[in-house]
């Protein structure tokens, strides 16, 4: 879609909102849970969609879909707004809970898993060194950093290599030699810097090199066909495409500084990294830290399993022990050097914190990760709750501030932490 058509869309840059909603929401009445059986009650659910609801109303989220799960049963399952807008000619494709969209970010939480099934299976280890299997690594200092340090964002690589763009990302090998020259800004592990997309290219490299098999298909086999996940792939394969969420700039463009601070995170432009990512090259490339596809509810069975030590619907599909060194903390909480945040990592996961983080009030016990700003996914074992929460609006308007911060809230405020976790699954 051109910027023009964008533009004469979103009134300015924001999406006409109807009065009533129900006209572009989607709901799966038959999975949805009695909330009384999962300990909550109909209000709790209901204020968790209305914050939805609030957030949708901000015209800023072309498509918003959530899948929450407590106790491993689906409590809500729904989604509101539009996959793919209408030009005029055509109407837009209503989003519905089969919608596949882009995790961005979010992705790198599941490839962390495949190099931890790797793991798991004996084939390296987490304080492997990374020149142990990919010898041109230890260019520039870099022949100390192990395993550990990559998924924890303490390889020092975090910045896309000087001058390439976003279409440089569809070249796989290019990529990965750029990187393995790169020159560290640390080399010993300590600092935190986080690795918006060059980490995924290296573990990517390194799962490929060890496995023998193509990263799509150690997703495939590892994750998504062991849980019987419809929608969990890196890109969209072309037949399927027409289906897809694609993703909007909406709100104010970007501003100085803070382009600058973008650049130095995505290696482009906020508006550029969101035009690309609805390319056909995008859709039909493998970049491991971002641009996983998966349906809300996917994303959150994700989650599930993990939340249930790596079991799901009878299957063993990760070792207990597996999934608790995946979210064991790397370390205390630092200001990362890259997000200039206060952010604590494990070896794949952003965790929670005390009082309040990323995933609301009190989640110290919360592991997930968030991709592009707005999708965020997570599982938070001491409410037994998992959530699916992805939207296809990239925007830096602070209007979507407080309703972000509302529908987070929301959902750990209805959620109250249990005494007891009691595991079954949908």
């Not at 694609?246 to 463009?253: A, E, F, I, S, W």
């Not at 996917?298 to 599930?304: E, L, P, R, V």
């Not at 309703?403 to 007891?420: D, E, N, Q, T, Y």
Request: net charge positive.
């Amino acid at each position: 879609m051109s910027p023009m058509l964008l533009k004469s869309i979103l009134k300015p840059n924001r999406l006409p909102v109807p009065v009533d909603l129900r006209s572009v929401t989607t709901r799966d009445v038959a999975a949805e849970v009695d909330p009384e059986s999962v300990d909550m009650t109909q209000a709790q659910v209901d204020k968790i969609w209305h914050s939805i609801e609030r957030l949708y109303r901000t015209g800023l989220q072309p498509a918003i879909s959530l899948t929450l799960r407590r106790k491993g049963r689906i409590v809500i399952r729904r989604s509101i707004g539009h996959a793919q807008l209408g030009d005029g000619r055509r109407p837009g494709l209503l989003c519905t809970n089969e919608t596949p969209v882009c995790l961005f970010s979010a992705s790198k939480a599941i490839t962390a898993m495949l190099v931890h099934k790797l793991v798991e299976q004996r084939q390296l280890g987490l304080d492997d060194r990374i020149a142990r299997f990919i010898p041109e690594y230890a260019a520039e200092g870099k022949g100390a950093t192990t395993v550990r340090h990559l998924l924890a964002h303490r390889a020092g690589i975090p910045r896309v290599p000087e001058g390439a763009t976003p279409e440089m990302l569809f070249d796989w090998d290019s990529v990965v030699a750029r990187l393995c020259a790169a020159k560290p800004i640390n080399a010993d592990g300590n600092a935190q810097s986080y690795h918006a997309i060059t980490g995924g290219f290296i573990l990517g490299e390194l799962a490929q090199r060890i496995s023998g098999a193509q990263l799509r298909d150690l997703l495939r086999d590892m994750i998504a066909e062991p849980m019987g996940l419809k929608s969990m792939s890196f890109g969209v394969p072309e037949q399927q495409r027409a289906k897809v969420a694609l993703n909007y700039c909406t709100g104010p463009r970007s501003w100085f500084p803070l382009t600058t601070y973008i650049h130095n995170v995505l290696g482009a432009s906020f508006e550029r990294v969101t035009d690309v990512s609805n390319s056909a090259g995008f859709m039909s490339s493998v970049i491991p830290a971002g641009n996983i596809y998966a349906t809300s509810d996917d994303a959150g069975a994700f989650y599930q399993m993990l939340l249930q030590r790596g079991e799901y619907k009878g299957r063993q599909i990760f070792k207990p022990e597996t999934v608790a060194e995946a979210i064991r903390p790397a370390g205390p909480i630092h200001i990362d050097r890259t997000l200039l945040l206060p952010v604590r990592f494990s070896a794949g996961f952003v965790l929670g914190e005390w009082p309040a983080g990323i995933y609301g009030r009190d989640c110290r016990s919360a592991f997930g990760h968030l991709g592009f700003l707005t999708t965020i996914c997570w599982a938070d074992p001491a409410r037994d709750i998992s959530v699916g929460f992805v939207n296809s609006g990239k925007t830096l308007s602070v209007d979507q501030l407080v309703p972000m911060g509302g529908v987070l809230g929301s959902i750990s405020g209805s959620c109250k932490p249990l005494a007891r976790a009691r595991r079954t699954v949908d």
